[in-house]
């Protein structure tokens, strides 16, 4: 069973850094595109950033400058690491990750949600 392990996540001030981390884990084919989303109370989930498996990355605007999207494919494991922290960056944060299965079917799985809150 595929399962998206995360860590990290807390609180911060405005201005301060986090790390946060998702592991896949189980028995998988291969880990295509890895993302993380996000969502503030009353709104909708939202693309933070994603990176594929070659390493290509996309970021949310709001992210752009201040967040950064890695991944260590011997560990399958996604990094997001959040510097200049703001107010609005508060939110509950997901992993993300589209995994080929043993049978080469792909499926979309989503890890737990992580509460990062920033505080001014």
């Known amino acids: 069973q595929v399962q998206l392990v995360v860590s990290g996540g807390g609180l911060s001030q405005a201005g301060g850094s986090l790390r946060l981390s998702c592991a896949a884990s189980?028995?998988?084919?291969?880990?295509?595109?890895m993302g993380w989303y996000r969502q503030a109370p009353g709104n909708q989930r939202e693309l933070v950033a994603a990176?594929?498996?070659?390493?290509?990355?996309n970021y949310a605007d709001s992210a752009k400058g201040r967040f950064t999207i890695s991944r260590d494919n011997a560990k399958n494991t996604v990094y997001l690491q959040m510097n200049s922290l703001k107010p609005e960056d508060t939110a509950v944060y997901y992993c993300?990750?589209?995994?080929?299965?043993?049978?080469?079917?792909?499926?979309?799985?989503w890890g737990q949600g992580t509460q990062i809150t920033v505080s001014s």
């Open positions: 189980g028995t998988f084919f291969s880990i295509n595109s």
């Open positions: 993300n990750a589209d995994i080929t299965t043993i049978l080469k079917n792909t499926y979309n799985y």
């Open positions: 990176i594929t498996s070659g390493g290509s990355t």
